[in-house]
């Protein structure tokens, strides 16, 4: 009898850390989809409000994880304006002022662009792979594909302000399709909604994604990706000040 509850305490010990290990094995295979060492990017911003929508085009370039530039190409009024991101600090140049500007630390909470995106999530080093404990709480059905729906918690020692992410998965391909963020007393703030999967320099991703806050009905963020090129020849050089006013 002895042996076999000790025999069966193992086999849930087991079972228990292997579905832990897969879990977080799935959220790293979604994370590694849309990521690499450096990317380029053409995409559309859309920002949708109660009685205006503003459409932005951009290019971003990236180099993991702590290097980005963004370049707004469209409307005409905005064209040349440039994002920089370099580890904990953004930069802006702004072409009307021939001025860059350092964000400082009490505007990284307002808005990016007015869209529902802050200057802090451009820089913001948690990583959902590895700053939260993971777990597989059931499967089902979402948008015609078969998903994990994964919930994942914060470390105690994880500098993050959500306290729980539910994300679903699909089980094939490991496109992420829906993420909902949760704040300390527990409420929906936001979800985030991956679709219209497309094949871009031969990775099939989603490019449609939609960042909706939960507390105003009828807004939201839309991304459109147009062209996207991963592991490109880039290095940090490439993400300077000065370059802020040449890059195209």
Request: hydrophobic share 35%; charged share 30%; with cysteine.
């Given at each position: 009898?002895?042996?076999?509850?000790?025999?069966?305490?193992?086999?849930?010990?087991?079972?228990?850390?292997?579905?832990?290990?897969?879990?977080?094995?799935?959220?790293r295979?979604?994370d590694?989809?849309?990521?690499?060492?450096s990317?380029?990017?053409?995409?559309?911003?859309?920002?949708?409000?109660?009685?205006?929508?503003?459409?932005?085009?951009?290019?971003?370039?990236?180099?993991?994880?702590?290097?980005?530039?963004?370049?707004i190409?469209?409307?005409a009024?905005?064209?040349?304006?440039?994002?920089?991101?370099?580890?904990?600090?953004?930069?802006?140049?702004?072409?009307?002022?021939?001025?860059?500007?350092?964000?400082?630390?009490?505007?990284?909470?307002?808005?990016?662009?007015?869209?529902?995106?802050?200057?802090?999530?451009?820089v913001?080093?948690?990583?959902v792979?590895?700053?939260?404990?993971?777990?597989?709480?059931?499967?089902?059905?979402?948008?015609?594909?078969?998903?994990?729906?994964?919930?994942?918690?914060p470390?105690?020692?994880?500098?993050?302000?959500?306290?729980?992410?539910?994300?679903?998965?699909?089980?094939?391909?490991?496109?992420?399709?829906?993420?909902?963020?949760?704040?300390?007393?527990?409420?929906?703030?936001?979800?985030?909604?991956?679709?219209?999967?497309?094949?871009?320099?031969?990775?099939?991703?989603?490019?449609?994604?939609?960042?909706?806050?939960?507390?105003?009905?009828?807004?939201?963020?839309?991304?459109?990706?147009?062209?996207?090129?991963?592991?490109?020849?880039?290095?940090?050089?490439?993400?300077?000040?000065?370059?802020?006013?040449?890059?195209?």
């Amino acid at each position: 009898m002895k042996k076999t509850n000790i025999a069966l305490i193992l086999i849930l010990l087991i079972s228990g850390f292997s579905i832990a290990q897969d879990a977080k094995e799935i959220i790293r295979k979604a994370d590694k989809l849309m990521r690499a060492n450096s990317s380029y990017a053409e995409m559309t911003m859309t920002v949708i409000k109660t009685d205006w929508t503003r459409t932005v085009g951009m290019k971003a370039w990236a180099l993991e994880p702590d290097y980005a530039i963004i370049y707004i190409t469209e409307p005409a009024r905005d064209k040349g304006s440039v994002t920089l991101k370099r580890k904990k600090e953004v930069w802006s140049w702004v072409p009307a002022a021939q001025k860059v500007i350092k964000i400082p630390p009490s505007m990284m909470l307002q808005s990016w662009m007015g869209s529902d995106f802050t200057n802090d999530d451009l820089v913001k080093e948690s990583s959902v792979v590895e700053d939260y404990n993971h777990k597989i709480i059931s499967e089902e059905k979402y948008e015609c594909y078969d998903c994990y729906k994964i919930e994942s918690i914060p470390k105690p020692d994880a500098g993050v302000v959500w306290s729980k992410l539910l994300s679903w998965v699909s089980e094939e391909n490991y496109y992420q399709l829906k993420t909902e963020f949760y704040d300390e007393d527990g409420y929906i703030v936001k979800t985030y909604y991956g679709s219209d999967i497309k094949e871009m320099n031969g990775r099939k991703i989603p490019t449609h994604w939609e960042m909706v806050p939960n507390d105003r009905p009828g807004e939201k963020t839309v991304f459109i990706y147009k062209e996207m090129k991963f592991n490109i020849d880039i290095n940090e050089s490439f993400f300077s000040e000065q370059n802020m006013k040449r890059v195209r």
